[in-house]
């Protein structure tokens, strides 16, 4: 690659970086200035410290282009899996809770119950979005590619949003596939629940 246009996308890409964190960075071609050179990079200091690829990964793009907050990615766990990309950002929702137990006990004259928290349950993780084939014709494709991952049932998911919230596998319940106006469009909703990793240790 011409060195100079690496550079130039380089920068671009470091730019889209800073504008999805709240900064902005000024034109490459500005650092060509000598007088330019004391330039506070504070504020993107980070960013440039960035591999290639950790960049690009950041700046995820979908299949129009469109830089992409929360991309999502899901896996299959067996050796030589790929990993596929969402193609269009989809719509992630998760609702957590914890499990209480009430119990009525004779208090006195004091109200209410006594609540014992047993443990937190698991997320339970709606997916929403929409699949298009920019060929004009339908995106049989990428509906397979999700029907194999709905019907394998537990899927490695990568998601900045499901990272936060310690969550890097799902057990998928149930999809739905529904009636979608145009003949090149496909909406989908997936419904899963968070699974950690368990280690059970058995002793004699």
């Known amino acids: 690659m011409n060195p100079t246009v690496k550079t130039a996308t380089r920068f671009v890409l470091e730019n889209t970086a800073l504008r999805l964190f709240g900064g902005k960075i000024p034109p490459y071609w500005l650092f060509r200035k000598t007088e330019l050179a004391n330039v506070d990079s504070e504020e993107y200091s980070q960013i440039q410290q960035m591999s290639d690829k950790e960049l690009e990964d950041t700046i995820r793009t979908n299949a129009l282009g469109v830089p992409m907050q929360m991309p999502l990615r899901f896996k299959l766990e067996e050796a030589g899996a790929e990993e596929w990309f969402f193609p269009l950002e989809p719509m992630i929702s998760l609702t957590g809770q914890n499990i209480i137990v009430r119990r009525q006990v004779n208090k006195g004259k004091v109200k209410g119950s006594i609540k014992e928290r047993w443990s937190q349950d698991d997320y339970s993780v709606t997916?929403?979005?929409?699949?298009?084939?920019?060929?004009?014709?339908?995106?049989?494709?990428?509906?397979?590619?999700?029907?194999?991952?709905?019907?394998?049932?537990?899927?490695?998911?990568?998601?900045?949003?499901?990272?936060?919230?310690?969550?890097?596998?799902l057990v998928i319940e149930s999809w739905d596939i529904p009636h979608t106006v145009g003949t090149t469009n496909q909406n989908y909703t997936i419904k899963a629940y968070s699974d950690d990793i368990y280690k059970l240790l058995l002793t004699k």
């Open 127 to 169: 997916i929403q979005g929409i699949l298009i084939g920019f060929d004009g014709k339908y995106p049989e494709a990428d509906v397979s590619k999700l029907r194999s991952f709905c019907e394998a049932g537990r899927v490695i998911a990568i998601n900045p949003l499901l990272e936060i919230f310690g969550i890097s596998h």
